[in-house]
């Protein structure tokens, strides 16, 4: 396990980004998520499973989230050492949006240290999320498109996008 300010490198793999859209099943027709080298799930994903044609997506190595929180009930969904161990979360991306929030990492480093089986962290700079929100004429970018703009930064050898209405 190691932390990084950074995003991971996913260049030449094949990727699948899911959000947690009702658009999910029909943005996944005909695509099976084993064609990929990493499928990356958002937010939610970890509590409540996204619904595919064929059942509930069993489990993605990368999950990417915000820093709010980390409670029952938060948006951004509850994470805990066994739900990240029960999906396969090799990975896990935060999403930190503004510097002084600097507390709220910490909080999430310090909690994911605590685990026994511990994903790789990457965190994603409020530098590079303000960047993002040049593109987007100064509005903060959500979580689902802080990723999208990053992997669409990488030399990926194929991009799969389902469950975002944006």
């Known amino acids: 396990m190691y932390f990084r300010f950074s995003p991971p490198d996913f260049a030449q793999k094949k990727v699948c980004l899911t959000g947690p859209a009702s658009c999910s099943p029909s943005d996944m027709a005909g695509v099976s998520v084993s064609e990929f080298d990493h499928v990356i799930c958002i937010n939610r994903a970890i509590e409540t499973p996204v619904a595919l044609e064929d059942g509930p997506l069993a489990g993605f190595d990368t999950y990417v989230r915000n820093i709010v929180g980390d409670r029952p009930g938060e948006l951004a969904g509850h ?25 709220r990492v910490i909080r999430h480093i310090l909690h994911i240290r605590s685990y026994k089986t511990r994903p790789n962290v990457f965190i994603i700079t409020p530098g590079r999320v303000k960047r993002i929100s040049k593109h987007l004429n100064g509005a903060r970018p959500s979580t689902g498109f802080a990723i999208l703009a990053l992997l669409c930064e990488q030399k990926l050898s194929r991009l799969h996008v389902a469950g975002f209405t944006f």
Not at 84 to 102: H, T
């Open 79 to 103: 994470y805990t050492e066994e739900r990240l161990k029960a999906s396969g979360v090799e990975n896990m991306v935060l999403i930190w949006g503004k510097w002084r929030d600097f507390h």
